[in-house]
T-cell receptor, first 115, second 109 residues
Framework: NAGVTQTPKFQVLKTGQSMTLQCAQDMNHEYMSWYRQDPGMGLRLIHYSVGAGITDQGEVPNGYNVSRSTTEDFPLRLLSAAPSQTSVYFC??????????????FGPGTRLTVL | EDQVTQSPEALRLQEGESSSLNCSYTVSGLRGLFWYRQDPGKGPEFLFTLYSAGEEKEKERLKATLTKKESFLHITAPKPEDSATYLCAVQGEVFELVFGKGTKLTVNP
């Protein structure tokens, strides 16, 4: 199993550009989520999904869109990049069921810089 | 609002010097408390889930305990490879996890 994979590993954007961060998992997990990690802020939830076709907002959703057309994939779209979106982005998946949501498998992260 | 506070922010130990990391939490209806380990440049790696006060979990040199207000991660006779940032997270009545800012542990040989 590859686990959770994310592409790209690094990305530099200019203000106003759009892009999609890719996330895929091969563990047949129902739950998937996107976090950003900033120095001194800890991990913050952007969007999450409890199954194909179902998504919801987390703590910091503004400026980001998601969709979940398959169990495996959960892309994160930046609509119009801003310097405040400079961060490290992590995708995670977890099995459904009691306690499953918290036992998350994280990808290696995408380091994004917006100039 | 659910909150998680971890202390200390950083901890430096000598190899073999046991210690504890603290995670204090405020949550409405605790559904689970989770510990993760994060190495530099990598995603967090799940360690433990605790559900109720009095519960304990162990893995190698790590032992996690839970009370009604805090959790401790005890590290017994640590080795340099235990150096990492340790994250605590809680899930309450709200579905999403709330993470603490982490404790950066350095174990010197």
């Amino acid at each position: 199993n590859a686990g959770v994979t994310q592409t790209p590993k690094f990305q530099v954007l200019k203000t106003g550009q759009s892009m999609t961060l890719q996330c895929a998992q091969d563990m047949n997990h129902e739950y998937m989520s996107w976090y950003r990690q900033d120095p001194g802020m800890g991990l913050r939830l952007i969007h999450y999904s409890v199954g194909a076709g179902i998504t919801d907002q987390g703590e910091v959703p503004n400026g980001y869109n998601v969709s979940r057309s398959t169990t495996e994939d959960f892309p994160l779209r930046l609509l119009s990049a801003a310097p405040s979106q400079t961060s490290v982005y992590f995708c995670a998946s977890s099995p459904s069921g009691t306690g499953g949501w918290g036992e998350q498998f994280f990808g290696p992260g995408t380091r994004l810089t917006v100039l | 609002e659910d909150q998680v506070t971890q202390s200390p922010e950083a901890l430096r130990l000598q190899e073999g010097e046991s210690s504890s990391l603290n995670c204090s939490y405020t949550v409405s209806g605790l559904r689970g408390l989770f510990w993760y380990r994060q190495d530099p440049g990598k995603g967090p790696e799940f360690l433990f889930t605790l559900y109720s006060a009095g519960e304990e979990k162990e893995k190698e040199r790590l032992k996690a305990t839970l009370t009604k207000k805090e959790s401790f991660l005890h590290i017994t006779a640590p080795k340099p490879e235990d150096s990492a940032t340790y994250l605590c997270a809680v899930q309450g009545e709200v579905f999403e996890l709330v993470f603490g800012k982490g404790t950066k542990l350095t174990v010197n040989p």
